[in-house]
């Protein structure tokens, strides 16, 4: 869900460069060394899955997992994405340096909120804790693609029909990855629970 450069406007290029520094900052400030190796998996997992990737215009549509990143990483998850999209955009172009700032926040942003809900998810059981886990998954996608479109709708009305092909192009992607993230999260905890242990991030 890169944002190419030479699409977005600059005050829409600035914000996004801020909040993202914001965010870095925090994220950075709450790994601990434990949580080193934990992030950089993390930022690999994130990195492999959105590399298989279908241009569409200013956009593209791919796998995120970024809210499996956020449930594991928490905080931490900005320092993840930020390394992820910086390594892709220096050695494939994907997305770029100057819209670093917008990707990081349109990705990251939601895989924050994803780690609030599956936090919620431990303290439950059953169909609800299988809901909280779905919507670990859907919810950021959800979020990224809106943020996504949001970002090019503010960079001009010429954007808008781009902005609502990547909204519509990403609603198998929320479903897929829901799915997906049931699964995987069910499997951690039965046999990798120390991997979404929050307590070295708190």
Known sequence: MHISEGILSAPV???????????????????KDEML??????SSLFFVGSFIHVPLGPSSVHL?????VGAVLGFAAFPAIFMAL?????????????????NTFDAA????????????????????KTVLFFLTGFI????????VAFMLFLSGDK????????LLAHIPVMFIEGIATVFILNFIMKVYPSLIDHR???
Do not use: D, E, H, W
């Open 37 to 42: 190796t934990k992030t950089a998996l993390m």
């Open 86 to 102: 910086l390594l892709q955009g220096l050695l494939f172009q994907f997305g770029g340096i100057t819209t670093l700032g917008v």
């Open 64 to 68: 995120l997992l970024n809210g499996l």
């Open 159 to 166: 954007l808008f029909q781009a902005a609502q092909a990547i």
């Open 200 to 202: 070295s991030a708190k």
């Open 140 to 147: 950021p996608v959800t979020l990224s693609s809106i943020l």
């Open 109 to 128: 942003f939601p895989a924050l909120c994803a780690y609030f809900i599956f936090r919620q998810a431990l303290a439950v059981q059953g169909f609800k």
């Open 13 to 31: 290029l600035g914000a996004g460069a801020a909040a993202s520094l914001g965010f870095l900052v925090y994220g950075f400030s709450k790994m």
